[in-house]
Nanobody
Framework: QVRLVESGGGLVQPGDSLRLSCAAH???????MAWFRQAPGKELEYVAR????????HVADSLKGRFTISRDSAKNTLYLQMNSVKTEDTAAYSC?????????????????WGQGTQVTVSS
C-alpha cells in the first residue's frame, strides 16, 4: 500500500505564496490524485485534483485563480501551488489517491490519504 507524505506547510502571511508537496512511498500514485483541506471546526473540503497520465486538472471554483495543482512524474511528486493566500486558507492540507481512478470531488472516492501538512495564514 502506497504511503503518501505531504510537506511544505507552515506559517505565512496573507498575500504570500506557498507550495505543498506530496510524495508517494512504497508505490506509485493513483491515476487521479487530489488535495483536500480541513480547517478547524469545519468539514473536509475538496481543493483540486489531477489526472496523472495527462495532467488534466480541476480546481474548486472558490479557489480558481489562486491555487494550482500539478505533478512531476519523474520525481513522483504531487504539488499544490497556493498564491495570494488568505486567512481562510488556514487548514490542514492532505493529498489523497482515488480508489477507482474516477475524477471526483467526493472524499469517499479517495482511499489512501497522507497525514496532512498544516498551513496557517496569519499576519
Amino acid at each position: 500500500q502506497v504511503r503518501l507524505v505531504e510537506s511544505g506547510g507552515g506559517l505565512v502571511q496573507p498575500g504570500d505564496s506557498l507550495r505543498l508537496s506530496c510524495a508517494a512511498h512504497g508505490g506509485t500514485f493513483s491515476s487521479v490524485m487530489a488535495w483536500f483541506r480541513q480547517a478547524p471546526g469545519k468539514e473536509l473540503e475538496y481543493v483540486a485534483r489531477i489526472r496523472w497520465i495527462d495532467g488534466t486538472t480541476h480546481v474548486a471554483d472558490s479557489l480558481k485563480g489562486r491555487f494550482t495543482i500539478s505533478r512531476d512524474s519523474a520525481k513522483n511528486t504531487l504539488y499544490l501551488q497556493m498564491n495570494s493566500v488568505k486567512t481562510e486558507d488556514t487548514a490542514a492540507y492532505s493529498c489523497a489517491a482515488s480508489k477507482f481512478g474516477i475524477a471526483t470531488m467526493t472524499r469517499d472516492d479517495y482511499g489512501d490519504w497522507g497525514q496532512g501538512t498544516q498551513v496557517t495564514v496569519s499576519s
